[in-house]
Nanobody
Framework: QVRLVESGGGLVPAGGSLRLSCAAS????????MGWFRQTSGEEREFVAA????????YYTDSVKGRFTISRDNVKNMVYLQMNSLKPEDTAVYYC???????????????WGQGTQVTVSS
């Protein structure tokens, strides 16, 4: 059974940091691109970051470049999102996803977690 379980969300003041983790199981983790998306109420799911199979390439949406870092551990089957200099506009539910292509298009991803809430106070 495929599972993606996010953790590490919470409430943080503006300027603070959080590290999200995603534990993967039930599929061949190193064969998949991993991504992070986020969604606020009433909005479409937004691409945040992606990392290729061995971590050789990473991609970010412009609004998080220089502040967020995606990484993965193919031994532990984990993917991480280090978020620094957080802003209130980063507030959202953050989702971990697995796909075959490092794209910013949510339908390209095959498996999804349940999400973890990140709230940044001003």
């Amino acid at each position: 059974q495929v599972r993606l379980v996010e953790s590490g969300g919470g409430l943080v003041p503006a300027g603070g940091s959080l590290r999200l983790s995603c534990a993967a199981s039930g599929f061949s983790f190193s064969d998949y691109v991993m991504g992070w998306f986020r969604q606020t109420s009433g909005e479409e799911r937004e691409f945040v970051a992606a990392i290729t199979w061995r971590g050789g390439s990473t991609y970010y949406t412009d609004s998080v470049k220089g502040r967020f870092t995606i990484s993965r551990d193919n031994v532990k089957n984990m993917v991480y999102l280090q978020m620094n200099s957080l802003k209130p506009e980063d507030t959202a539910v953050y989702y971990c996803a697995a796909g075959s292509i490092a794209r910013d298009y949510a339908p390209d991803y095959n498996f999804w977690g349940q999400g973890t809430q990140v709230t940044v106070s001003s």
